[in-house]
């Protein structure tokens, strides 16, 4: 049997951790019952609407957060024609009841099941009491007047306010990807950088610069981050890059897989006159960054989580 929450969790929020951790509350009380989430692959939004919807979190950012948390059990559905035109009974019955054996149920406010999302929360609750199944519904999360919802996080995001969204979040937003080999500009400028190859469906934020920071192994170092098309560094082929410099930092990261949390937007990408002036300027993010961040890195084991 099983206590489980429901949703896409995109960004596993503040608001998604208060669903997930009633069902953990009941496994935790109710013997012989596993807690688990229950995500969709991909992400119904994507499915409807394609590439142009981007995620907070990739599938495996996602999954790793999740377990994180505590649950026994992250079970992922196909999300495809087939359970988008799922009636709201059959899926509750043939999902939920017969294959995961469903004891406990948590959802958020604005859940919505079925052909059409026409499984709301009283219809879910209707279903679950004719067959025997707790539900809780768990109302909207408010921070600072704000509901904490993903498509609000997407559009804080989108405009480069990190701070606003790492309070929604609960913690910084991040960027994952392998370390791949640029062109070695960065090197040849005096600020050698770790190139990320990012997967595509994950949301950027606006081009711009950013202060960062990094863990390697059992270090953690500050940075400069630069996302957006490098409009000073010649060359045929524009395409928006990810690349961090991280300071006093020394070794080989190529083809590691890295994390790196995104403090604050510093300025907009911008076109310089020449590649000394870009070093200037780059010289002065990283005075920037060291200026607000260095104090509180008073080792390096120190996390920077929930830092803006």
């Not at 429901?6 to 998604?16: M, Q, R």
């Not at 409807?48 to 505590?70: A, M, Q, R, V």
């Not at 192994?217 to 996302?227: E, S, T, V, Y």
Request: some cysteine; overall charge positive; glycine content about 10%.
């Amino acid at each position: 049997m099983r206590a489980i929450s429901i949703g896409a969790f995109d960004g596993v929020h503040l608001g998604h951790k208060e669903v997930i951790e009633r069902a953990l509350n009941y496994a935790r009380h109710v013997k012989g019952v596993k807690s688990a989430v229950l995500t969709f692959s991909p992400h119904p939004a994507r499915f409807f609407k394609g590439k142009s919807f981007k995620l907070l979190t990739t599938e495996e950012e996602k999954e790793k957060i999740l377990n994180s948390i505590g649950v026994d059990e992250v079970i992922k559905l196909t999300f495809n024609k087939n359970l988008a035109n799922m009636p709201p009974e059959l899926f509750f019955k043939k999902i939920l009841l017969d294959k995961l054996s469903v004891k406990f149920i948590s959802i958020g406010f604005n859940f919505t099941f079925g052909k059409g999302g026409e499984g709301t929360p009283s219809l879910l609750a209707e279903l679950a009491q004719r067959y025997g199944v707790a539900v809780e519904i768990t109302p909207p999360k408010v921070i600072m007047g704000r509901i904490v919802s993903s498509t609000i996080i997407r559009k804080l995001v989108s405009e480069g306010k990190m701070g606003e969204s790492a309070l929604l979040l609960g913690r910084n937003y991040s960027l994952c990807g392998r370390v791949v080999r640029g062109d070695g500009m960065g090197k040849k400028l005096g600020f050698p950088t770790a190139n990320l190859s990012i997967p595509p469906e994950k949301l950027l934020p606006p081009n711009g610069v950013y202060a960062a920071f990094a863990r390697v192994g059992d270090k953690g170092f500050l940075g400069a981050m630069n996302i957006g098309y490098r409009p000073t560094i010649p060359g045929k082929e524009k395409k928006i890059t990810v690349e961090v410099h991280l300071l006093d930092f020394s070794g080989d990261l190529y083809d590691k897989i890295i994390e790196v949390e995104i403090l604050r937007r510093i300025r907009p990408e911008k076109k310089f006159l020449s590649l000394e002036e870009l070093k200037e300027q780059i010289e002065k993010d990283i005075e920037w960054v060291i200026r607000h961040y260095a104090s509180i890195l008073s080792d390096s084991s120190t996390s920077l989580a929930n830092l803006s």
